[in-house]
C-alpha cells in the first residue's frame, strides 16, 4: 500500500519540483571567463612566430661515454644520465623567431640556409650573436634564449637536441626583460 502512494501523480511532481530546486541551489555560479583568467597576472612564456620545429628522430641512447680518437683527431662525449637524442629540422622565415625558450640539455645547431641571430637571456646588453649558413651554434642546457631570423631569406636548421630520457626538448620561457622584443 505504501508502494502505490508514491506512485500518485501529485507525490512524484512534488518528488521533481524538490530535486530540481537542489540542484539548482547547488548551482556553480562561476563563468568560465573568471576560470580562465583567475589568478593569471602576466604571460609565463613567449610565443614563436614563423618557426616550426618538425622532429625527425629521437632514440634513447642510455648513459655513454664515447672517446674517438682517429689520425689524431680527438672527440669525447659523456652523459652520466639516462638521455634521448633528438633531432629535427627548425625554419625561421624572415622576421620570425623561436620565443623566449631554453632546453633540459645540451643543443647543437647547423645552420643549413640564412642566419640565425641568438639572444642570451642572462646578457644586459642584448647583444645578438650572428650565425650564418655554413655554421654551428651550441645551447647549452638551462639558458634561456631567443634564435631570431632578421635577414630576408628563410632560416633552415638541423638541430640535435640531448635531453634527459623522456623529457620534452624545449622549455617555453618568458622573456627575461633584456631585450626589447
Known sequence: ?????????????????????GALACKDTTTPKQLSTAG??????????????????????????????ADGYKAELKSHDNTDIAVANVTITPGGHSGWHSHPGPVIVVVKTGTVTFYHGNDPTCTGTVHPAGTVF????????IARNEGTVEVNNVVTFFV??????????????????
Open 1 to 21: 500500500m505504501m508502494f502505490s502512494a508514491w506512485l500518485r501523480p501529485h507525490r512524484v511532481l512534488i518528488a521533481v519540483v524538490a530535486v530540481a530546486t
Open 164 to 181: 634527459p630520457a623522456g623529457s620534452p626538448t624545449r622549455i617555453d620561457a618568458a622573456n627575461p626583460g633584456n631585450c626589447p622584443f
Open 40 to 69: 593569471i597576472t602576466e604571460p609565463r612564456f613567449t610565443a614563436s612566430v614563423g618557426f616550426t620545429s618538425t622532429t625527425i628522430g629521437r632514440g634513447n641512447l642510455g648513459t655513454f661515454s664515447v672517446h674517438s680518437n
Open 138 to 145: 651550441i645551447e647549452e642546457g638551462g639558458d634561456v634564449g
